[in-house]
């Protein structure tokens, strides 16, 4: 088990090498750089600016350098914990994505959690009382659940509030929190926004582990040891709760590895339409603005988000399952 | 294993005691959405204490739906339909112990009552040792839990029975069904297990809760031949020594003809003959058995002649044929009359009878 | 009953010689809702063939002074039975605001019609003609049956684009991603050895990306100067380039489990060619199931070509798309305003629903050995 997670462990600085080299290509691919983005905005507000000028600033930041050396330089001060300087607001990465991060890590944290508090009953329920009024109510909700584009939801929801209570629901904070330091009513305050972003950002990811509860669990069900282990005289809710659930719940903890990553990347659009600090919307505009070293280090963060969830779901997994545990 | 082998006789058989088991007239129906499948058609035979009884019949003769429904776990959509199981059941303290009969066939399935009876008075062994396990829980923990359910099996006195000593009865009950190094073998999973092994945990599983009568659902079928001889040696031995009767299905002539004393032989949801083993292998009478006998390879058979086979094969279930169900197939059909009325079950012989209108010399008493 | 044995017989007897998809189709024809379903979406891609046909009005035509114009209705029916018409709408500027207020007056219809001449356009990109599905009868007469935007375009004839637009996309993108999937997945799962590790990892690295963050910087890459076809095009590869993994492993899985089918040694043994296994006995084994798990992975396509163009990287305008059209609804009070902007969001949801449950029939239905 633990040589199992340690081989685990000893992948990740080469998926993280792998990555990096992806990312700096995508950020770099854009024809030009941030400096001719940053010249057309100028010279859109009738500003100009002199070529002297412009050559001096690429110096300074590197631009002028070839691909490959300013690669390693990214590297070289990425490994060195230095995330890097963002062109456009002219402070450190680290400091702009600091708190947003760990709000991001919360939002989806809290997503997760109330999918699978929610899926979990539900997909055992509709799979005990198949063909229940109960059974095809969760199907039709599955379905549209499925279907609905998670920022569609959240723009009804805050035009709903909007236009019939006269409330908005953005935000993460009310107002008085949002540029203060950490306390227990700010904790408190942030807990009474969470949620319902929250429950936007995991309908999909609610609907879809339903589903997989509800399949597993009515494939469980029709094994023979479930025969058995009633021949044993289990009183019924007990004996499904203990066998069939136990198994079906296997392949729902390896859809950790997709969901946990599809939760933090999905964040990022729900972030956007529900204005919400997030390292998403951060990435957005770096991305138009071809800030490209914030643009990396935030979707550097996202790979590494996304390798944590895959690894938390694999070491469940196989402490889960004896046959994977053993296997190892 | 052939006809040569002589069967195995109980003590206990010996005089006509009170049958443990009854089952009288059972119908188990399966609404499914083509139609009505009666899958058990007005089953009766009995099962008297500490006696071997082999179930015999074609795959999907109804066999295994009788024994389900015996213990209540019938699958949906099936249901009992009618009929009844009377089972002897004990009650009270051991040494002290009254009986009372129950009609199992009334009893709620997932009531209190009908539990009490599964896995302590009744046990099945079922048809596959495979899959019969939880793959994520030790084989250990899935007996030690059946002994904790039913503890007063093994503690008449009421003190509570620890889970230690649980662990405790499961080693030896490995050792009985003759698992070697039984401590360790607690603790594996079943998929750790060879196919012999696997059907001797589960053997000692059955066994587990002193049950009266122990339900064999094939469980030969799905292991290779040596450890199938090795597995029926070992389930004669446990009979003998704890004295329980043995319902044992299969569509394997050979077998039956090494474990039972007393032999049922079904087709398409009915009991077609029954009587004693050597009755039936010697002198039987209904045409499907004699069918089903005379399409079993013999040691004394002349080499390099076809084997006969039964005619036709077994109708869709949605299909029943009318009157006796073997009709169509039947070499012997009498006309007119096989074809429009079901014959019921008569004695021909001093243990045996047959369900045949070859043998209703009076007009049809039914 | 004795007579009802050989109608049986026959029955199996047509079950038994029905090919693979008559076998599909008799199951999938058991599933009402997807055949429903199926039917819906055959009216979208009618919709997708000439959008032009069933708009009622240039989907770019503006006018700043018919802007938020509400939902004209379409009726059917007036007191001298069928005679379409929707009703009028008047505008009065609102003096403190200094907004066009908009109120619609059944008591002043304009009359409608099925199959009438509008604006000219050419059908299928060929033929010069003038009909619409619908629209007034009266030439000069706008009608707005789903209201309007903040430029005064007409939201009906812009969805009608848009459905052009993003179901293409859809089915474009899974196309490619099949032809990926298939081709990659294939050599991985027949072939093995180095082909089959290469591929593995190159799987594996892409499914553990996260995948909005990198479409997005994807399509962030493209050049601001490319025509809407160009990124269109584009995009549609960067949506598959992702998708194709699922369907790649699952065909490699499938390869791998026949290589040790019999039938397959009996081929070679047969002396049939490699293309030949692989073509006529391999590949129709799982055909009917990736058809059906393609058209579980169209929905998804749909759904994050939405997300990214509401986003901005996705189709830009001029170019129209169910996601350039909720672009519009971005702002809450706007929406407040005009909640018709919100129906492109509808039909996204309309046609995923549908894309799923047909899927979901073909899935049941291409495999055999459920029931």
């Given at each position: 088990m633990i040589r199992y997670i340690l081989q685990r462990l000893l992948l990740l600085p080469f998926l993280l090498v792998a990555f990096s080299i992806v990312v700096f290509a995508i950020v770099q691919a854009?024809?030009?750089?941030f400096l001719t983005t940053y010249v057309a905005t100028l010279a859109s507000s009738g500003t100009s600016i002199s070529a002297e000028h412009i050559a001096a600033l690429r110096h300074e930041y590197g631009l002028d350098q070839p691909v490959v050396v300013q690669y390693l330089r990214w590297m070289q001060n990425l490994l060195s914990g230095n995330l890097g300087?963002?062109?456009?607001?002219?402070?450190p990465n680290a400091e702009l994505i600091g708190e947003q991060l760990a709000l991001t890590v919360v939002l989806a944290l809290f997503a997760f959690v109330v999918t699978w508090i929610v899926a979990v009953p539900a997909g055992i329920y509709s799979a005990t009382h198949q063909r229940s009024a109960f059974d095809y109510v969760f199907t039709v909700i599955n379905y549209v659940g499925v279907a609905t584009p998670n920022f569609l939801l959240a723009l009804v929801l805050m035009w709903v509030a909007f236009a019939y209570f006269g409330i908005g629901i953005t935000g993460l904070f009310s107002s008085e929190f949002v540029?203060?330091?950490?306390s227990l009513a700010r904790v408190v305050d942030l807990l009474q926004h969470v949620w319902l972003p929250a429950l936007v950002l995991g309908i999909a990811g609610t609907a879809r582990l339903t589903r997989v509860m509800r399949a597993n669990l009515l494939d469980e069900l029709n094994k023979p040891y479930v025969m058995t282990a009633r021949a044993k005289g289990l009183k019924e809710w007990r004996l499904v709760l203990r066998y069939p659930v136990r198994l079906a719940f296997n392949p729902l903890v390896s859809t950790i590895g997709w969901y946990l990553p599809q939760l933090f990347s999905g964040s990022l659009i729900v972030a956007t339409v529900m204005n919400l600090p997030n390292i998403g919307p951060l990435l957005l505009r770096a991305l138009i603005n071809q800030d490209m070293y914030l643009a990396g280090a935030i979707l550097l963060i996202y790979c590494f988000l996304t390798i944590i969830g895959t690894l938390i779901s694999d070491i469940l997994l196989a402490w889960l399952d004896p046959r994977i545990r053993m296997e190892n | 294993m052939g006809l040569g082998m002589l069967p195995i006789r109980t003590a206990?058989?010996?005089?006509?005691?009170?049958?443990l088991l009854s089952v009288r007239d059972l119908r188990v129906t399966f609404a499914m959405d083509e139609g009505v499948v009666?899958?058990?058609?007005g089953a009766s035979f009995d099962v008297l204490p500490g006696q071997v009884v082999g179930i015999v019949g074609e795959?999907?003769?109804g066999k295994s739906v009788t024994m389900r429904a015996i213990l209540q776990?019938?699958?949906?959509?099936?249901?009992?339909?009618g009929g009844e199981i009377l089972f002897r059941r004990r009650l009270g303290q051991a040494g002290a112990e009254t009986e009372e009969t129950v009609d199992l066939a009334r009893?709620?399935?997932?009531?209190s009552a009908m539990r009490s009876i599964r896995g302590a008075e009744i046990a099945l062994i079922p048809q596959e040792p495979m899959a019969?396990?939880?793959?994520?829980?030790?084989v250990g923990e899935q007996i030690i839990e059946a002994i904790l359910l039913h503890w007063r099996q093994w503690r008449p006195d009421g003190r509570p029975l620890s889970r230690t000593e649980a662990r405790q009865i499961t080693g030896d009950l490995f050792r009985d069904v003759g698992i070697s190094m039984p401590d360790q073998r607690v603790d594996?999973?079943?998929?750790?297990?060879s196919g012999g092994l696997r059907q001797r945990a589960m053997i000692a599983m059955a066994l587990s809760c002193k049950p009266r009568l122990l339900i064999a659902?094939?469980?030969?079928?799905?292991?290779?031949v040596t450890t199938q001889a090795q597995v029926l040696a070992l389930l004669r031995d446990l009979q003998r020594k704890y004295g329980m009767a043995i319902i044992f299905i299969t569509h394997d002539l050979g077998v039956i003809a090494q474990m039972a004393s007393y032999v049922v032989v079904m087709y398409l949801g009915r009991v077609m003959e029954e009587g004693p083993v050597d009755e039936i292998f010697h002198?039987?009478?209904h045409p499907y058995t004699r069918a089903l006998l005379r399409s079993m390879p013999s040691l004394y058979g002349q080499a390099r002649v076809a084997l006969p086979v039964i005619s036709g094969s077994l109708p869709h279930p949605f299909n029943r044929p009318s009157g006796c169900p073997f009709h169509p197939r039947c070499g012997d059909v009498l006309p007119g009359r096989c074809a429009s009325r079901v014959p019921s079950l008569q004695p021909v012989g001093e243990r045996q009878s047959a369900s045949c209108f070859l043998y209703h010399d009076v007009a049809d008493p039914a | 009953m004795v007579a009802a044995t050989p109608v049986t017989s026959e029955a199996e007897e047509r079950i038994s010689v029905a090919s693979n998809w008559t076998l599909v189709w008799w199951r999938f024809r058991k599933h009402r809702l997807a055949l429903f379903s199926a039917a819906v979406l055959i009216g979208f891609y009618a919709v997708v063939l000439c959008p032009d046909f069933f708009s009622?009005?240039?989907?770019?035509?503006?006018d700043a002074r018919q802007a938020f114009i509400p939902v004209q209705g379409l009726h059917l029916l007036d007191d001298n039975g069928f005679n379409p018409w929707v009703p009028s709408v008047a505008g009065k500027r609102n003096?403190?605001?200094l907004r066009m207020e908009w109120t619609t007056d059944p008591e002043r219809k304009v009359r409608a019609g099925f199959f009438v001449p509008g604006y000219s356009y050419r059908l299928f990109g060929l033929i010069q003609t003038k009909l619409?599905?619908?629209?007034?009868?009266?030439?000069g007469q706008r009608i707005f049956l789903l209201g309007s935007d903040r430029l005064g375009r007409d939201q009906w004839s812009r969805i009608m684009h848009a459905t052009q637009t993003s179901m293409t996309i859809g089915l474009v993108a899974v196309t490619l991603s099949v032809i990926l999937g298939v081709v990659l997945g294939g050599i991985s799962g027949y072939f093995g050895g180095l082909a089959d590790q290469v591929i593995q990892r190159m799987i594996e690295l892409l499914q553990s990306v996260p995948t909005i963050p990198i479409w997005l910087a994807l399509s962030a890459a493209l050049?601001?100067?490319?025509?809407p076809q160009q990124v269109f095009f584009a995009i549609t590869v960067i949506l598959s380039l992702v998708g194709w993994t699922t369907l790649g492993r699952e065909v490699r899985g499938r390869f791998l489990a026949l290589r040790e089918e019999d039938f397959v040694l009996a081929a070679d043994l047969a002396g049939a060619s490699q293309a030949r296994i692989i073509?006529?006995?391999?590949v129709p084994t799982f055909l009917s199931h990736i058809i059906a798990t393609s058209s579980l992975a169209i929905p998804v396509m749909i759904i994050s070509e939405t997300s990214l163009s509401f986003l901005g990287l996705g189709i830009r305008p001029p170019a129209i798309s169910w996601g350039v059209l909720l672009q519009e609804a971005q702002n809450i009070q706007t929406l407040a305003l005009a909640?018709?902007?919100?129906?492109p969001g509808l039909l996204v949801i309309v046609a995923v629903l549908a894309f799923n449950l047909v899927g979901d029939g073909l899935r049941d239905a291409s495999d055999p050995y459920s029931h």
């Open positions: 854009p024809p030009g750089d300087l963002s062109l456009e607001y002219q402070r540029n203060v330091p950490w | 206990t058989e010996a005089g006509a005691a009170q049958p009666r899958a058990v058609d795959s999907g003769c776990i019938v699958d949906k959509p099936g249901r009992i339909a009893l709620p399935p997932r009531g019969a396990f939880s793959p994520v829980h030790t594996a999973y079943s998929w750790q297990l659902d094939e469980p030969t079928t799905a292991i290779d002198a039987p009478k | 009622t009005q240039d989907p770019e035509l503006t003096p403190v605001t619409h599905f619908v629209g007034a009868i009266d030439q050049p601001r100067d490319w025509t073509l006529r006995h391999m909640p018709w902007l919100l129906t």
